[in-house]
């Protein structure tokens, strides 16, 4: 009897696209990834990613998942990995439900790639209404993919993607982001960060609401604060905001960030403006030329943090120039003081008025309501009314708050991958 010879990597399968684009992948797992065991790959394709990631993240079981003609492939790749943590796919038709493919398993974490456009969207919903069955409370569910936002295409690459894909299939093409976040929130799904990706794609990643620390209490909140985020749609459309929220800012732009940003743009709930706010106020630099770096670059990367930046800066610097020379030749006249005084007590309302919106946010914080307030009335003492320099108080009240948040975000994670 002849032996039968393992695969070579010349019979393997082989997708370039998966070779171009899993190392920007990992990056995202590495770091929604850490403390969860069980993961479901949903369209493994080719089994390259998987063979890749479980190498890479080894304390994760990586289950693939394929229709049943693409498991051949599959199977070939493991075979050729003899990796630990890969066991034999799963046979799963999104059509025909997730729960009996599974065994009934659940999952701490459910991967796709670059297979909501090759569905056709009355299959997307099918995936969506199944995933209750297969992820576990406060599992999470990451999709990769090119995606539109307000039913516009993000690049002229992704518009001919989409001509080419329904001109192979009419029923296929990509998908809009605010329809597959309604399926998301109707699965009770919680949108936890929307990543810019290379090639003009995204990785999406949403958290299964029933968390363990929350409490059902607390979820629904949650939901409806995550229910609103809608991502900028270009680096343009970043540009032309941050300018618009810059021309605004007279008397300090901490005044109309927050309603430009959460209310208006709602490109962050409450809850991630204030964390984001929080690491701006202490990283070197002008607190909001942070938080618009962070903002452009949480959404299209390096060239989204230029862009925002750009549009903090370009137009209002050639105002600040005009004005000050306007106001050399104006700064003597008691009317323009009198003027000066009077916007700065507006400016100080104006920012007080945003601290006390932003209070609530702080009640569904990791840390809780109790020491959320505590910590807040502490600061307020020692910086308002002890005069202690504010970095004394970053490092005596901040770092300890940032600790205590880590080891409760690491219980959440351990608690739900268990």
Request: overall charge neutral; hydrophobic content about 50%.
């Amino acid at each position: 009897m002849s032996e039968v010879r393992p695969p070579t990597p010349s019979d393997l399968p082989f997708a370039p696209s998966c070779e171009r684009n899993r190392e920007p992948i990992l990056e995202v797992l590495r770091q929604h990834l850490p403390h969860r065991h069980a993961v479901l790959e949903i369209g493994s394709g080719t089994g390259q990613h998987a063979v890749y990631f479980a190498a890479a993240l080894t304390q994760l079981r990586w289950q693939t998942s394929e229709v049943a003609e693409n498991l051949p492939g599959i199977n070939a790749w493991l075979a050729h990995a003899s990796l630990p943590n890969t066991p034999a796919p799963l046979t799963i038709d999104v059509a025909q439900g997730l729960q009996t493919a599974t065994g009934g398993q659940q999952f701490d974490a459910v991967f796709t790639a670059n297979t909501l456009h090759i569905m056709a969207w009355a299959q997307v919903q099918q995936l969506f209404a199944a995933l209750p069955a297969v992820l576990a409370p406060g599992g999470l569910l990451m999709v990769y993919g090119p995606f539109n936002y307000d039913g516009t295409f993000t690049s002229p690459g992704n518009a001919q993607f989409d001509a080419s894909l329904r001109q192979a299939d009419p029923l296929r093409g990509i998908r809009d982001f605010e329809a597959v976040n309604a399926l998301a929130q109707a699965a009770g799904l919680l949108l936890v960060q929307d990543h810019a990706m290379p090639a003009n794609n995204r990785c999406l990643v949403w958290r299964n609401g029933a968390t363990p620390a929350l409490g059902n209490a607390q979820a629904p909140a949650q939901a409806a604060s995550s229910a609103e985020i809608r991502p900028p749609t270009s680096r343009t459309d970043l540009f032309i905001s941050f300018t618009l929220l810059a021309l605004q800012g007279f008397g300090g732009v901490l005044a109309v960030v927050q309603r430009e940003v959460v209310e208006k743009k709602r490109w962050l709930t409450r809850e991630q403006f204030v964390e984001d706010w929080a690491v701006a106020q202490v990283l070197p630099g002008p607190n909001v030329m942070n938080l618009s770096l962070m903002i452009g670059a949480r959404y299209f990367g390096i060239s989204g943090a230029l862009a925002a930046m750009a549009g903090m800066v370009l137009l209002p610097l050639l105002i600040v120039l005009g004005m000050a020379f306007a106001y050399a030749s104006l700064a003597n006249q008691p009317w323009m003081a009198s003027a000066l005084r009077g916007m700065g007590a507006a400016a100080a309302g104006l920012i007080a008025a945003s601290s006390i919106k932003l209070l609530p946010a702080l009640w569904h914080n990791v840390l809780g309501a109790r020491n959320c307030k505590a910590l807040v009335a502490v600061s307020f003492f020692a910086v308002a009314w002890m005069r202690l320099p504010l970095l004394w108080v970053v490092i005596g009240l901040g770092l300890p708050a940032c600790l205590l948040a880590w080891r409760k975000l690491r219980a959440l994670d351990t608690g739900a991958a268990s």
